[in-house]
């Protein structure tokens, strides 16, 4: 039972367009959101994150959006560069549980030049 | 300043043996976590240490454990192992419990399982 879902294993997309990777989740409870970015050999970095009771943040060239509703929420990457090229996870985290992250499978991107 | 530093980096162990793995956190942060992570798939929470206690447990067997020293250091354990038990396992750590600002990620230990 996956309460994270990343359902586009990967992404592909021209340098300066957008990028969007969409995250689906299950649990209620979960009341943050975070996107880590990962490159080989190198453990997973902080992107983004985004409270339940909002439904956007933005942080220079990365957006993100939140759908309670749907339980979806969306990375939006403008504009893409090369060195965005990485794999993307999608994290939730309860609120009676903070300190246990929830984590999808992840989302290959690759900007081409 | 040392980001989360993890050893091994790589290790071979065979079926049925004993692992040790080790974590400092950034200087500064109280929270350890760690993370097993199986090729392909996203990280899965194993344990969260604060403050030398234990505040959270994933779904792990009880071959896994782990403890925080009181210079908040955290040592992962895993007895009898299984070929299942190969995957890169992360430590994470933050200044508190909880945070809304994500953790800080040591780049893992590759366990091999042979």
């Known amino acids: 039972d996956q309460q994270v879902k990343q359902n586009s294993p990967s992404l592909s997309v021209q340098e300066g367009r957008i990028s969007i990777l969409n995250c689906d989740y299950t649990n209620s409870m979960f009341d943050y959101f975070l996107w880590y970015k990962k490159y080989p050999a190198e453990g997973p970095t902080f992107l983004i994150s985004?409270?339940?009771?909002?439904d956007k943040n933005e942080d220079g060239r990365f957006t993100v959006f939140l759908n309670k509703s749907a339980k979806h929420l969306s990375l939006h990457i403008v504009p893409s560069q090369p060195g965005d090229s990485a794999v993307y996870f999608c994290?939730?985290?309860?609120?009676?549980?903070?300190?246990?992250?929830?984590f999808g499978d992840g989302t290959t991107l690759t900007v081409k030049p | 300043d040392a980001g989360v530093t993890q050893s091994p980096t790589h290790l071979i162990k065979t079926r049925g043996q004993h692992v040790t793995l080790r974590c400092s956190p950034i200087s500064g942060h109280k929270s350890v976590s760690w993370y097993q992570q199986v090729l392909g798939q996203g990280p899965q929470f194993i344990f969260q240490y604060y403050e030398k206690e234990e505040r959270g447990r994933g779904n792990f067997p009880d071959r896994f454990s782990a403890r925080q020293f009181p210079n908040y250091s955290s040592e992962l354990n895993v007895n009898a192992l299984l070929l299942g038990d190969s995957a890169l396992y992360l430590c994470?750590?933050?200044?508190?419990?909880?945070?809304?600002?994500?953790?800080?990620f040591g780049s893992g230990t590759r366990l091999t399982v042979v």
């Open positions: 985004i409270s339940s009771i909002k």
């Open positions: 994470a750590s933050s200044l508190a419990g909880s945070t809304n600002y994500g953790y800080t």
């Open positions: 994290a939730a985290r309860e609120n009676t549980n903070a300190g246990k992250s929830t």
